[in-house]
């Protein structure tokens, strides 16, 4: 069981917008920055999202980040075909000393 | 340009030790902290090491810990997990990834992974 929870699917059709939420405690999101990771089938990780709301250069404006209390958010507009693909919320965990994952939300693009 | 590579992944069996390696080239492993993270087949992201930048502090999970070990060569910038007693639900796609940051700012390139297979 993940620390961080998140919906185990997501779905959405070509040009809608679909968010994916990311919840924790005060001990993880409630006090660190949050990120985000894109993982195609087959592939590595990805960086997607960083500190909460930043995106790492070469990343679409489609994607976007928030974060309130102890939850975030993604959030994709427009969604495109490519897009279909496994996404991870992580923070560091103050008392864990170290990263804790969401369990992944499979999105599909219908 | 960063990139990152694992090596070392193989079969082994329920107990054996494992090193995996992690060859870093366009940054100095002294500069970024380097996590390792593992992906059992079909499962989600779990976070297994890191070590600071200056590696002066290393954190494990407790899923690993007395178990396995991160250490580094800096002279040889290459990174290393040494896995010992492995148990079969070790069994997973090994990654290692740069921080951001010295420690723990977020994981912002990643290798390709390399495949641990323990069997029972």
């Known amino acids: 069981q993940s620390v961080l929870t998140q919906p185990p699917s997501a779905s959405g059709t070509p040009g809608q917008r679909v968010t994916i939420s990311c919840s924790g405690s005060s001990s993880d999101i409630g006090s660190n920055t949050v990120n985000w990771y894109q993982q195609l089938p087959g592939t590595a990780p990805t960086f997607l999202i960083y500190s909460n709301n930043q995106r790492p250069s070469g990343v679409p404006d489609r994607f976007s980040g928030s974060k309130s209390g102890t939850s975030a958010s993604l959030a994709i507009s427009g969604l495109q075909s490519e897009d279909e693909a496994d996404y991870y919320c992580?923070?560091?965990?103050?008392?864990?000393?170290?990263?804790?994952f969401g369990g992944g939300t499979k999105l599909t693009v219908l | 340009e960063v990139q990152l590579l694992e090596s070392g992944g193989g079969l082994v069996q329920s107990g054996g030790s494992l090193r995996l390696s992690c060859a870093v080239s366009?940054?100095?492993?002294?500069?970024?902290?380097i996590s390792w993270v593992r992906q059992a087949p079909g499962k989600g992201l779990e976070w297994v090491s890191s070590?600071?930048?200056?590696?002066?502090?290393?954190f494990s999970a407790d899923s690993v810990k007395g178990r396995f070990t991160i250490s580094r060569d800096n002279p040889r910038n290459t990174l290393y997990l040494q896995m010992n007693s492995l148990r079969a639900e070790d069994t997973a796609v090994y990654y290692c990834?740069?921080?951001?940051?010295?420690?723990?700012?977020?994981?912002?390139?990643w290798g390709q992974g390399t495949t641990v297979t323990v069997s029972s």
């Open positions: 990834a740069k921080d951001r940051g010295a420690l723990h700012l977020g994981m912002d390139v």
């Open positions: 366009g940054f100095t492993v002294t500069s970024y902290a």
């Open positions: 992580a923070s560091w965990h103050d008392s864990l000393n170290g990263w804790v």
């Open positions: 070590i600071s930048a200056s590696g002066s502090s290393t």
